[in-house]
């Protein structure tokens, strides 16, 4: 048994699929009973609860964990899913974690994957650290579609950023879970890789019209994402990874390297089907 949370979401959804083309059982950890999950066995937890996750973990023979950004509880929840790892006794972890997280700070979000990787290796069990890049549908979070605009926020539209499909990052997670290695090890996943421009020349083909690019200054991402719609916090806890990422401070350190091959193209015209 393979217990996967974020079961609801792109990558935990991808994993457990994955899982179970493999013939391997899956055990969904959601908060919602009624939540739409591809496995048939179900364990009811919050990621801040450290009871409900070890009686979810219990068992099982590997689990898939992530931590969710949202600008205030990562800190609990942190505390809750390395406990519970360690209660349970599973011997191993595979984390969906991000380049950038070999560093304690500076990252914004991103720093508290580096937290989570810290806290598992302190349990004792093996721990498979994935590190992704950006994710390719983060192109259809930016409003582009609705406003015609595609933002940047960077110095430059024109730099080149790899960026993994989410179908490949949870297939590199249940690839890890059904083969674990002798000892923990951080796995960058590298992908192919596309400037901002291409990005919305893509993403506006598949649209039928011209995205406009406009690079955000960066004194103005704060608010802009505030405008966005987004909590103050987490605003704020997003323009100091845009920063990060523009001074390139980024970068994969890992033990191996496994490749992403789907195209960016495939992605986009995916969601944008469904």
């Not at 991103?110 to 810290?118: A, G, K, M």
């Not at 406009?212 to 990874?241: F, K, M, N, Y």
């Amino acid at each position: 048994m393979f217990a996967v949370t974020g079961i609801t979401g792109r990558v935990g959804g991808a994993a457990a699929q994955a899982l179970l083309a493999a013939g391997a059982p899956v055990r969904a950890v959601v908060r919602n009973p009624a939540s739409a999950h591809p496995g048939g066995d179900v364990a009811v937890s919050d990621l801040s609860d450290r009871t409900g996750l070890s009686t979810a973990f219990s068992g099982c023979r590997g689990v898939f964990v992530m931590l969710p950004f949202t600008g205030g509880a990562e800190p609990t929840m942190i505390e809750a899913i390395a406990g519970a790892v360690a209660d349970s006794g599973v011997p191993h972890v595979v984390m969906l974690s991000s380049t950038g997280a070999d560093l304690p700070d500076g990252t914004g979000p991103i720093r508290w994957l580096h937290h989570l990787e810290q806290a598992l290796h302190a349990t004792g069990a093996r721990l498979t650290a994935i590190r992704s890049p950006h994710f390719q549908e983060k192109a259809l979070e930016t409003g582009a579609v609705e406003s015609g605009v595609y933002p940047v926020f960077a110095d430059s539209a024109d730099v080149p950023l790899p960026m993994a499909a989410t179908v490949d990052v949870g297939a590199a997670a249940a690839r890890a879970l059904l083969t674990p290695p002798a000892a923990s090890e951080v796995v960058d996943l590298e992908a192919p890789a596309y400037t901002e421009r291409q990005v919305a020349e893509i993403l506006g083909k598949l649209l039928g019209r011209e995205l406009i690019v406009v690079t955000v200054p960066q004194p103005a991402w704060r608010g802009a994402l505030a405008d966005a719609g987004l909590p103050p916090e987490l605003a704020s806890e997003l323009a100091a990874l845009y920063d990060a990422d523009n001074r390139g401070i980024l970068r994969p350190c890992g033990d191996r390297r496994v490749r992403c091959t789907t195209e960016l193209e495939q992605t986009l015209r995916d969601l944008l089907a469904r």
